[in-house]
């Protein structure tokens, strides 16, 4: 195969691995779970909603479903995996509420300009890290990411179940469109940028775009809507103090998800962007940043989603001093703190995840950033929050989510995703930020990934 011909196949890997899988759904066979029964011996169980361990229990795992929890002894079956617990940790699988699986391992020009191929390759390599550093799911937030949750979801490489968002969907100027000045003026209807054709961010600058681009991504398989309605850090012409799309735009993208059954979040720092995306019908904020006590308040009331981020001090400095980027973090880092302290004191239902952007090297403390949390919250308190309290925002996906089935909880009749903790992370959180020595046996859909036992 010549340098020509391997670049093409390369490129195209997403789009084989879509083929396939909705090939296989057409013939009715979708992928082959050949998990059969596992049991667990004599584990404690935190079930990722209450704030203390079980009694030594056993678990019998049938293709991807737990079928019994007893504190009594099991029987399996003839042909059953059995995995001597020894009074460590069961636990679900972790769940990142805030993620973006294409963007992990390039650098900005290299998601923006870089070959299509390579980064399709390492967000597939990315993929089966972040797997197997405990996460069984993301939701993602952003880019190109359903050929990955094909191939994913095909079998054809390990890694966490993803719910995708699709393009983030942005406003001319607006965070997420990474055009460059030479790029405008932008022609309505005409050729589209780079970042759009390969589906990364999406520019809509009416009611009628804002439909057109949410029900693309829905025709792909979205699983959720996401929109930047304020001024973000990373994107070179949005101040953070700017509310980008207007109420009708919102209420538009509001609408054409409803009518799917699903719903809109959206990157929002400010009072205002907050405030209107609310107004529009939007279900959940991500970040927050900059909120007030008002905003909270009204958060509350209306029993919004606040999917926010302990984003780790590594992040803020990777942005080089003196650059716009940087002065814009230097901004934001402040609410972190505040953004915590209101979620609290307004009881805000409250999600978990660490929007990792360019960074190898930040991707695998994922674990350790959702450690940070004990600043604010218990361990308990932090594990239910990216184990069952996540799940409880990916179920907003209804019918559109693209695994039925319980997330996030150790019972009967959920789904199969579990890890095996080497101790108790109730005791000592800082045991998910090492994964590699820690997590002992990696399930996923009732099939084991790792057994370090």
Not at 83 to 94: D, F, Q, S, W
Request: proline share 6%.
């Amino acid at each position: 195969m010549n340098s020509i011909s391997r670049r093409i196949f390369v490129a195209a890997l997403p789009l084989i691995a879509i083929g396939l899988a909705s090939a296989a759904r057409a013939q009715g066979n979708p992928p082959e779970n050949d998990a059969g029964a596992t049991l667990f011996q004599n584990v404690r169980i935190f079930d990722g909603k209450g704030a203390s361990l079980s009694a030594p229990s056993n678990v019998l795992i049938k293709g991807n479903i737990i079928e019994r929890i007893s504190t009594e002894p099991i029987a399996a079956g003839p042909g059953a995996t059995a995995i001597a617990g020894n009074g460590r940790t069961l636990m679900p699988g972790l769940i990142d509420a805030h993620w973006h699986a294409m963007l992990i391992r390039p650098n900005p020009a290299q998601a923006i300009d870089g070959d299509v191929g390579y980064n399709n390759i390492a967000a597939g390599l990315e993929a089966t890290d972040t797997l197997m550093r405990g996460f069984t799911t993301v939701r993602d937030v952003g880019g190109p990411v359903f050929g990955l949750k094909a191939a994913i979801d095909g079998a054809l490489i390990a890694g966490p179940r993803i719910y995708p968002s699709g393009a983030m969907i942005t406003v001319t100027s607006g965070h997420g469109d990474f055009r460059r000045l030479s790029d405008l003026p932008r022609t309505i209807g005409g050729m589209l940028s780079r970042m759009e054709r390969i589906g990364g961010s999406m520019v809509a600058d009416s009611p009628d775009e804002v439909r057109v681009r949410v029900r693309e991504q829905l025709m792909q398989g979205a699983s959720q809507i996401k929109l930047t309605a304020g001024g973000g850090v990373s994107s070179p012409f949005s101040p953070i103090d700017v509310s980008t799309f207007t109420e009708p735009e919102l209420r538009a993208a509001v609408e054409a998800a409803e009518n799917w059954g699903t719903y809109v979040t959206v990157h929002a720092f400010t009072p205002t962007a907050i405030q209107r995306a609310i107004a529009a019908g939007v279900k959940c904020i991500e970040h927050g940043f900059l909120m007030d006590d008002a905003t909270a308040k009204l958060m509350a009331e209306k029993d919004i989603w606040l999917s926010t981020q302990p984003l780790p001090e590594e992040l803020r400095q990777g942005f080089p001093p003196g650059s716009v980027q940087r002065a814009k973090a230097d901004e934001v880092w402040p609410g972190i703190a505040r953004v915590y302290e209101l979620a609290k004191k307004y009881k805000l239902k409250t999600a978990w995840g660490t929007d990792v952007l360019f960074s190898q090297a930040l991707a695998q403390k994922q674990g350790a950033i959702l450690a940070s949390l004990v600043r604010w919250y218990s361990p308990a308190e932090a594990l239910a929050m990216a184990t069952g309290t996540n799940a409880e925002l990916l179920a907003l996906s209804g019918k559109r989510s693209p695994y039925p089935g319980k997330l996030g909880v150790v019972e009967q009749g959920a789904l199969a995703d579990l890890l095996l903790v080497d101790g108790n992370p109730l005791e000592n959180i800082d045991l998910i930020a090492d994964p590699a020595k820690n997590f002992k046996v990696i399930m996923k859909d009732g099939r084991i990934y790792k057994n370090a036992l």
